[in-house]
């Protein structure tokens, strides 16, 4: 994979950027003081960064999209000042993010192309209908969950299921009708592991340089799984989004009171809600696909 270039690495900061603040600034005082307008223009946002991937644009852009549409709006309606503070986190972040992916091919260039290079067939384009039908599909993913927790008091200490949520929306637009139910899954039961083992690990040895190891460790263990060679595996992701099920469920353990009872439970609470999560992401995949047929071929088994 290259290192992106200028224009590729801005991209990403203004999609990130684009969400969290668009969500805060426009979106965010319409959920407030007109809720009908707010809950259309949240319905439309969620449809637009879901079709936005689903027709051949970058996930990872559609991702953040969906990202900050999301944690803005269930955290915005709790608490203004938190939700700008998050913001102002995120972007810094993002800028910081993409210097460190800059450093990282700087360190560990692509290793040189061997004999004639070869051009990568292009991947097929989904048709509309089938991008149409892939975004709703998602929308019914997130979408009740963002209007729960709009308007659920308390809702800023669930962000991490937000997030969760979030990226099982691109998970589900991602994969094949027949597949995402099993990606699901499996993502978040590998994911859960790798948090559990990390989680005893930190419990017997509490250290950040131990948690950075072990963040490391865990992306290159994952990173085999989302890579092959120049391009991404076959599973990338169901390895991807496992690898951020257990950040998800791992960094926020960090913030809570260390050692003792406490941060246990709050820990395997997470877990629970993550697989409860799961379960539901699961389920709202299976009744859209059986009143809305995917019209595309199949492919026959024999």
């Known amino acids: 994979m290259k290192a992106p270039g200028l224009k ?3 991209a990403f900061v203004i999609a990130l950027l684009a969400g969290i603040w668009f969500t805060t600034w426009l979106i965010l005082p319409f959920l407030t003081y007109q ?113 729960f927790f709009l308007f659920y008091a308390g809702s800023s200490s669930y962000m991490v299921v937000m997030i969760k949520v979030a990226s099982m929306g691109q998970q589900a637009a991602a994969d094949k009708a027949r597949e995402a139910g099993k990606a699901l899954l499996a993502s978040t039961v590998i994911g859960g592991m790798g948090a559990v ?46 690898y951020l099920t257990m950040l998800v469920i791992i960094a926020p353990s960090l913030m809570d009171s260390p050692g003792g009872d406490a941060a246990g439970i709050k820990f395997y609470d997470r877990l629970t809600m993550m697989f409860w999560a799961t379960v539901y992401a699961m ?7 059986a009143f809305w047929r995917s019209k595309a071929p199949q492919t026959v088994v024999e």
Not at 197 to 211: A, E, G, Q
């Open 197 to 242: 083992i990390m989680w005893n690990l930190l419990d017997s040895w509490p250290s950040l340089i131990i948690y950075v190891l072990l963040t490391a460790l865990g992306g290159l263990i994952m990173g085999r799984k989302i890579f092959k060679g120049k391009g991404m595996h076959p599973k990338a992701g169901v390895w991807s989004y496992a």
């Open 283 to 289: 389920a709202a995949v299976s009744i859209f696909d």
């Open 35 to 147: 809720p009908a307008v707010g809950i259309l223009l949240l319905i439309a946002a969620c449809f637009w960064s879901f079709y936005y991937s689903a027709s051949g644009g970058s996930p990872i852009m559609g991702g953040f999209l969906t990202l900050g549409l999301a944690v803005v709006a269930a955290v915005g309606s709790d608490s203004i000042d938190q939700v700008v503070t998050i913001n102002k986190a995120l972007s810094l972040n993002a800028f910081l993010a993409v210097g460190f992916l800059w450093i990282a091919h700087a360190l560990f260039p692509d290793m040189p192309v061997e004999g004639p290079a070869q051009s990568r067939p292009a991947a097929e384009k989904p048709s509309r209908d089938e991008a149409i039908r892939s975004a709703w599909r998602s929308t019914v993913v997130v979408l009740p969950v963002i209007l």
């Open 8 to 10: 590729g690495g801005l």
